[in-house]
């Protein structure tokens, strides 16, 4: 089982819809990040946490915002997205930025239509 | 700038062949680390094995095993006796200090019985 956990699994959503994707790690790790990776492509940097601060932003679309409430949790909320946004999004974590590997979760499915 | 090269986009095999699948990677830092993620269907991305740049003895674990070679930038992994649930994308990757993770474009191994 995957040490990073994310909900839902999958989601549909209407371009006017706002819903928001979940993330928790119970591994004591200090950044965590967002991932979107589209069919048979590889997974692409959106966002970077490090010590509850967004430390990157891969110039993102503001319909992203992503939220860090705290160590072990990392949200991002989805608003007015467009089809092309749909994708598997994949939420990591690790021990620190640095040369520590990456543990991902299962990851959202979503579908925007 | 970094970047990975994994030229076989599919590779087929039937159960029992061994198989390695290639990675190249470019990087101008001296200190760096590679890693190797396997995809199955499913969706997440299973971290496999870490390698930083000082340590080039080739590791084995299992089946799985990893040829570092700093001379040709290089970063193979060879499955032997290969298994249907060997089946996925493996991504290989890189990363140097604070920088980014950054993966290659895949490969997909279906191993058929």
């Known amino acids: 089982d995957t040490e990073v956990t994310q909900t839902p699994k999958h989601l549909v959503m209407g371009m006017t819809n706002k819903k928001s994707l979940k993330c928790e790690q119970h591994?004591?790790?200090?950044?965590m990040y967002w991932y979107k990776q589209k069919a048979k492509k590889p997974p692409e940097l959106m966002f970077v946490?490090?010590?509850?601060?967004?430390?990157i932003n891969e110039s993102v679309p503001s319909r992203f915002s992503p939220e860090c409430p705290n160590s072990s949790l990392l949200n991002l909320h989805l608003h007015a997205l467009q089809p092309e946004d749909s994708a598997l999004y994949l939420c990591?974590?690790?021990?620190?930025?640095?040369?520590?590997?990456?543990?991902f979760g299962n990851g959202t499915r979503l579908t925007v239509t | 700038a970094q970047k990975v090269t994994q030229a076989q986009t599919e590779i087929s095999v039937v159960e029992k062949e061994d198989v390695t699948l290639d990675c190249v990677y470019e990087?101008?830092?001296?200190?760096?680390?590679l890693f190797w993620y396997k995809q199955p269907p499913s969706g997440e991305l299973v971290f496999l094995i870490r390698?930083?740049?000082?340590?080039?003895q080739n590791e084995i674990s299992g089946r799985y095993s990893w040829n570092f070679q700093k001379s040709t930038s290089s970063f193979n992994f060879t499955i032997t006796a290969s298994q249907v649930v060997d089946s996925a994308v493996y991504f290989c990757?890189?990363?140097?200090?604070?920088?980014?993770?950054?993966f290659g474009k895949g490969t997909m191994l279906l191993v058929s019985p």
């Open positions: 990591a974590s690790s021990q620190d930025r640095g040369s520590t590997p990456l543990h």
């Open positions: 990087t101008r830092d001296t200190t760096y680390y």
């Open positions: 990757a890189l990363n140097s200090g604070y920088s980014t993770l950054t």
């Open positions: 390698r930083n740049s000082f340590d080039e």
């Open positions: 946490y490090s010590y509850e601060k967004l430390s």
């Open positions: 591994m004591g790790h200090r950044a």
